[in-house]
């Protein structure tokens, strides 16, 4: 949950109805979508190679003080 956040819809796995349902949703509100995608972009620069090994860089310093 803490990863999807604004940029997407969890869902249970097993519900088909549940997947028609968001699906159709989304396919009916073109403003919902661009928010999520806005979101989706936005939460995935957290994720960036780059931003991951300067956290891991910043974890070693810190035990290695």
Same mark, same amino acid.
């Given at each position: 949950?803490?990863?999807?956040?604004?940029s997407?819809? &969890?869902?249970?796995?097993?519900?088909? $109805?549940?997947w028609?349902?968001? &699906? %159709?949703? %989304?396919? $009916?509100?073109?403003?919902?979508?661009?928010?999520?995608?806005? $979101?989706?972009?936005?939460?995935?620069?957290?994720?960036?190679?780059?931003?991951?090994?300067?956290?891991?860089?910043?974890?070693?310093?810190?035990? &290695?003080?």
């Amino acid at each position: 949950p803490e990863v999807v956040g604004k940029s997407g819809v &969890l869902l249970p796995p097993t519900d088909a $109805a549940k997947w028609t349902q968001a &699906l %159709l949703g %989304l396919l $009916a509100n073109p403003a919902k979508r661009h928010v999520m995608s806005i $979101a989706g972009r936005q939460a995935s620069s957290r994720f960036r190679w780059e931003t991951v090994a300067q956290q891991t860089q910043q974890v070693y310093d810190r035990l &290695l003080a």
